[in-house]
Structures are given as structure tokens and as C-alpha cells.
């Protein structure tokens, strides 16, 4: 009787490390929560603030001579968009 329970409860161990539940092995799952990922055993900060900066229009700097404002213009309306669409 005794060497009945002893191989049913070995059975039961190689089971329960080796058939996977729900898509893990219990020895998967130890591994995977003992051992940190491997970008993370290097060095762990708090992370940093997201900074979102606005797009702030500027004036321009320059000043477009009739013939390149023109040019523009036109390049502009071949695309099918205006200035005021971007805002």
C-alpha cells in the first residue's frame, strides 16, 4: 500500500510541473515570477513625467517675394489643402 501512495504521489508532482494549466507549467510560472525580466535586473527607476509641448505658430522670419508667395499658393492649391485646414 505504502509504495502505491509513494508512485501515486510522484505522479501527482511530475503532473503538476510538467502539464501545463492554462498555458503554463507550474515550473514556468515559478520561473517567471522568481526571476525579474531581464530589462528590468539592470536598473529600476521611477519613470519619468510625459512632457507635452505645444505647437506654437510663429511668425515668420522671413518675408516671401510676390514670386515665391505665388509659387507657394499655387503648390498649395494643387494639394487641395489651405493654410487655415492645419489649424
Do not use: N, W
Not at 510522484?10 to 494549466?21: D, K, N, R
Not at 515668420?60 to 498649395?76: I, M, T
Amino acid at each position: 500500500m505504502g509504495k502505491a501512495l509513494a508512485l501515486l504521489f510522484l505522479g501527482a508532482l511530475v503532473a503538476a510541473f510538467l502539464v501545463p494549466f492554462h498555458g503554463l507549467t507550474l515550473y514556468q510560472r515559478a520561473a517567471r515570477r522568481l526571476s525579474p525580466p531581464a530589462a528590468e535586473t539592470h536598473r529600476q527607476r521611477a519613470p519619468q513625467p510625459v512632457r507635452r509641448e505645444r505647437v506654437r505658430s510663429e511668425t515668420p522670419k522671413e518675408r516671401l517675394s510676390d514670386r515665391d508667395r505665388k509659387a507657394l499658393d499655387r503648390l498649395v492649391s494643387e494639394t487641395g489643402t489651405s493654410p487655415a485646414d492645419s489649424r
